[in-house]
T-cell receptor, first 110, second 117 residues
Framework: LAKTTQPISMDSYEGQEVNITCSHN???????ITWYQQFPSQGPRFIIQ???TKVTNEVASLFIPADRKSSTLSLPRVSLSDTAVYYC???????????FGTGTRLTVIP | GAVVSQHPSRVICKSGTSVKIECRSL??????MFWYRQFPKQSLMLMAT?????????EQGVEKDKFLINHASLTLSTLTVTSAHPEDSSFYIC?????????????FGQGTRLTVV
């Protein structure tokens, strides 16, 4: 299992772009990177997933450099409702069980 | 809308009693479901993998006799916390994978907050 390391917490003002970087130095060839968001007292929610380069959806962008040893989740123009814990996971292709790291607690300030 | 549903969302029970938590996949079949536990301010910890029609697979350190898992159908897995103690108070979350158009995605239930008094 590739271990992930991400900042414990981050603060941001409303309207700013937030970038959360995750390190996964021992990622394997068959692994892909997935990010989840969790609000208090709720189950995690899928945000975005990628293997390499850049992936963008209606919620976020995911940047993955060529060596894939890190990834950056980019949230454009955050609002107060984006205050949550964001988890970076490295998942092996075909694997079903997810192991969560510490996550990054993002607090958006008015 | 919800893809994976958990019930109940909150439960308070007396020490020594048993509590059953249900996890349902709403519009798809799930041969495998997963149970997690989360303590306050901590990350999710995988407890066990629930397999339809067979025994669950427990992670190291999780007591299988205390946390009984039953996956009798393709849409329902249950976690029973037996002889609950205050230290079992936690947030329990289940998940299941659903094949989408672009990828297979894990969906999580809304969680069950168990308080043992």
């Amino acid at each position: 299992l590739a271990k992930t390391t991400q900042p414990i917490s981050m603060d941001s003002y409303e309207g700013q772009e937030v970038n959360i970087t995750c390190s996964h130095n021992n990622i394997a060839t068959n692994d892909y990177i997935t990010w989840y968001q969790q609000f208090p007292s709720q189950g995690p929610r899928f945000i975005i997933q990628g293997y390499k380069t850049k992936v963008t959806n209606e919620v976020a962008s995911l940047f993955i450099p060529a060596d894939r040893k890190s990834s950056t989740l980019s949230l454009p123009r955050v609002s107060l409702s984006d205050t949550a814990v964001y988890y970076c996971l490295v998942v092996q292709t075909g694997a079903n069980n997810l192991f969560f790291g510490t996550g990054t607690r993002l607090t958006v300030i008015p | 809308g919800a893809v994976v549903s958990q019930h109940p969302s909150r439960v308070i029970c007396k020490s020594g009693t048993s509590v059953k938590i249900e996890c349902r996949s709403l519009d798809f079949q799930a041969t495998t479901m997963f149970w997690y536990r989360q303590f306050p301010k901590q990350s999710l910890m995988l407890m066990a993998t629930s397999n339809e029609g067979s025994k669950a697979t427990y992670e190291q350190g999780v007591e299988k006799d205390k946390f009984l898992i039953n996956h009798a159908s393709l849409t329902l897995s249950t976690l029973t916390v037996t002889s609950a103690h205050p230290e079992d108070s936690s947030f329990y979350i289940c998940s299941a994978y659903k094949q989408g158009l672009r990828n297979t995605e894990a969906f999580f239930g809304q969680g069950t907050r168990l308080t043992v008094v």
